[in-house]
């Protein structure tokens, strides 16, 4: 199965007679199954499969059982939004945490998602690419100054939260440093 673009990843895990099982209930499969019903874009459910995830995660095993049918357990993991709203890479210059207008422009497709869906929380998620003293301190501003935009744009600052984790967890698929230098924001509730 392909991995979630929206929302949570829901690993469903179920045993049976015959052995082990493992499936992946991804809100983009949902999203994309309700879309092609109803003809409106994905990204309008990426909420609602979120919070699908978070229904089936709370779930005990037996109410698992009896909804599913069969014994089964559930891991959710969170996914990033810059998936789910098709957004360019969201990057910094060199040492900066300046936004550039770039990420304006993408931040503002954040701004129109969060605006429609006023229960969404996220968390922004800044990222460098080097390890020096002052990596963490970068990557938290750069995540800061992503939230200060959403905030000047009329977001409730209490929707989003921020983090920076330096270069301590770059992208596998980075083909320079400058990949690296960037936000990820994922859907929190």
């Given at each position: 199965?392909?991995?979630?673009?929206t929302?949570?990843l829901?690993?469903?895990?179920?045993?049976?007679?015959?052995?082990?099982?493992?499936?992946?209930?991804?809100?983009?499969?949902?999203?994309?199954?309700?879309?092609?019903?109803?003809?409106?874009?994905?990204?309008?459910?990426?909420?609602?499969s979120?919070n699908?995830?978070?229904?089936?995660?709370?779930?005990?095993?037996?109410?698992?059982?009896r909804?599913?049918?069969?014994?089964?357990?559930?891991?959710?993991?969170?996914?990033?939004?810059?998936?789910?709203?098709?957004?360019?890479?969201?990057?910094?210059?060199?040492?900066?945490?300046?936004?550039?207008?770039?990420?304006?422009?993408?931040?503002?497709?954040?701004?129109?998602?969060?605006t429609?869906?006023?229960?969404?929380?996220?968390?922004?998620?800044?990222?460098?690419?080097?390890?020096?003293?002052?990596a963490?301190?970068?990557s938290?501003?750069?995540?800061?100054a992503?939230?200060?935009?959403?905030?000047?744009?009329?977001?409730?600052?209490?929707?989003?939260?921020?983090?920076?984790?330096?270069n301590?967890?770059?992208?596998?698929?980075?083909?320079?440093?400058?990949?690296?230098?960037r936000?990820?924001?994922?859907?929190?509730?």
């Amino acid at each position: 199965m392909q991995s979630s673009k929206t929302g949570l990843l829901v690993v469903l895990t179920t045993l049976s007679l015959s052995g082990i099982a493992s499936a992946q209930i991804t809100g983009d499969l949902i999203a994309s199954n309700i879309s092609a019903d109803t003809g409106r874009p994905q990204a309008a459910y990426a909420t609602y499969s979120e919070n699908l995830a978070v229904t089936l995660s709370g779930l005990s095993a037996e109410a698992l059982e009896r909804v599913l049918g069969t014994a089964a357990t559930v891991e959710v993991q969170p996914v990033l939004l810059n998936d789910a709203l098709g957004l360019e890479p969201i990057n910094f210059g060199f040492m900066s945490s300046s936004l550039p207008a770039a990420a304006k422009a993408e931040l503002d497709k954040v701004l129109e998602y969060l605006t429609e869906n006023p229960d969404a929380t996220i968390m922004i998620a800044g990222h460098t690419s080097l390890d020096y003293s002052g990596a963490v301190a970068l990557s938290e501003a750069r995540a800061n100054a992503a939230k200060l935009y959403l905030v000047e744009h009329g977001i409730d600052a209490g929707q989003i939260e921020t983090a920076g984790y330096g270069n301590s967890q770059p992208l596998a698929d980075a083909t320079s440093n400058s990949d690296n230098q960037r936000i990820e924001i994922s859907l929190t509730n």
